[in-house]
């Protein structure tokens, strides 16, 4: 067993209370000791980095994103919506999707993350016109190319607009297709334990695309599987408006309904719950994934989060779909959500520190995994490491706020389970340039 001692770090982000100046030791895949500072490995290490020029945080993890829609960034037809005609001028644009658009949009989605400090992607595909089955195969495909560990979702529409939803029926499937590739999907592809680097959840898309017996039918399958559930829930106005025409209930009375209210259900969004909403939602575990940049983008409103945490609820950090945001990049939205979070609780309210937790350990408990997130032993060795040797950082004082305050937006390294993945800001035998101009000419031939 090799051991690699990340040595004398700029600074680190330890759970708090933690000395982890002298660094970090890691065996292989995992986190074996932390080094106080001033200190020494208490065993004999192998190799040394020295970590001196560089801020040491554990692997972001993205809680929530559709790689599919780098493809429709900044899309005129869609710019200055909100989000029901936003999407109803972006379904018949996706509608014409193919294999090769899913492999180089989750190849520039997940080249752009890992560029950011994520070692831990969630993708949500909910798209499946005709020809497009095996998009979450070609996906996995990708993220096992690049060496980062996924958590993706099979997403689903059964509802169109002729039966009452909002899709057009060109981009719903029938619920037995769903379902059966559902199953499939994880058959072949999930793994479970600590350590998994592929792993599939389930995830109708939102409660005006999907039917209440593909919600029901869903949760079971899950369960016998024992993958996690996600949706996308609260997040507008509107939203909460046709489930009360339709279903007659609240988002989350709703989400009860369809026995959805547990611990293994993530949602994206979680904007509009009233007090009692936020104590079920708490009491229960169930995770938001706070979208900070699509929010303001969309004009969806403030996600709760310091309620929803204060409550039981996890929240993590998710930089949503890229024709929303319109960038993957998740230490900026980590500053996002500080600016925003700031602005609705105060100064004193919200640190650099509680909303790097978000995006590491907050997102962790979203996608239920205890062995990410966190700079302690026995954690898997997923490390993004930045430099501040850029003109924003000049002059700052504190290293760790200086990430956030100043706006990073490039690590320097990036570990995923004790693999370099991002060495020197690039992504060895990846090249950008030819990336950038295939996705660029196929983002044009969708559109
Ligand atoms: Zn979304």
């Known amino acids: 067993m090799s051991r690699l001692w990340i040595k004398n770090p700029l600074a680190i982000f330890a759970p708090e209370g933690v000395d982890a100046g002298g660094g970090l030791v890691l065996e292989d895949a995992t986190i074996s000791e932390i ?25 972001l993890i993205n809680s929530h994103h559709h790689f599919y829609q780098t493809l429709t960034r900044a899309l005129p037809a869609a710019l200055d919506q909100e989000l029901f005609p936003w999407l109803q001028a972006l379904y018949p644009v996706w509608a014409g999707l193919t294999p ?29 016109p005709a020809g497009l089955e095996e998009a979450i195969d070609i996906q996995i495909a990708e993220a096992a190319r690049l060496g980062v560990r996924v958590v993706l979702t099979r997403g689903s529409m059964s509802l169109s607009v002729e039966d009452g939803g909002l899709p057009p029926k060109s981009v719903v499937q029938d619920e037995e297709t769903i379902l ?20 599939v959840m389930l995830a109708p898309c939102s409660p005006f695309s999907v039917t209440e017996s593909l919600m029901v039918a869903t949760a079971e399958l ?15 106005h509107d ?33 509009h719950f009233n007090g009692d909403e936020i104590h079920r939602l708490g009491a229960t575990g169930v995770g938001i994934s706070h979208c900070p940049s699509s929010n303001m983008i969309l004009a969806s409103g403030l996600c709760r989060t310091l309620e929803l945490e204060a409550a039981g609820a996890p929240v993590g950090i998710g930089v949503d779909g890229s024709a929303s945001n319109d960038c993957s990049n998740l230490i900026q939205e980590v500053r996002q959500a500080f600016l925003l979070q700031r ?18 350990r907050g997102s962790a408990g979203c996608l239920g995994r205890k062995d990410l997130g966190t700079i302690a032993v026995g954690k898997q060795a997923d490390l993004a490491l930045f430099t501040l040797d850029e003109l924003r950082f ?54």
Do not use: N
């Open 35 to 59: 080094v106080p500072s001033g200190k020494v490995p208490s065993d004999p290490w192998d190799t040394v980095f020295d970590a001196g020029r560089h801020v040491v945080l554990p692997g």
């Open 222 to 236: 899950a369960r016998q599987h024992d993958v996690r559930l996600h949706t996308h829930l609260a997040e507008t």
């Open 100 to 128: 090769d658009h899913i492999a180089i949009s989750t190849r520039l989605a997940l080249a752009e993350l890992l560029l950011s400090g994520c070692t831990t992607v969630s993708d949500h595909h909910y798209v499946f």
């Open 343 to 360: 602005l609705k609780y105060g100064s004193s309210k919200v640190s650099h520190r509680d909303t790097l937790r978000w995006a590491t």
């Open 239 to 271: 939203e909460t408006d046709f489930c009360l025409a339709t279903m007659g209930a609240r988002p989350v009375d709703y989400l009860e309904r369809v026995g959805w209210l547990a611990d293994d259900v993530w949602l994206a969004h979680g904007i």
């Open 180 to 199: 059966a590739d559902s199953e499939r999907l994880i058959q072949r592809y999930h793994q479970a334990g600590p350590g998994a680097m592929t792993q």
């Open 394 to 447: 000049s002059g700052a004082g504190d290293p760790l706020a200086a990430l956030v305050l100043c706006g990073a937006h490039r690590a320097d390294q990036v570990m995923v389970a004790g693999r370099w993945v991002v060495q020197d800001g690039r992504i060895p035998g990846l090249e950008l340039a030819e990336l950038m101009e295939t996705h660029s000419r196929l983002a044009k031939q969708l559109v």
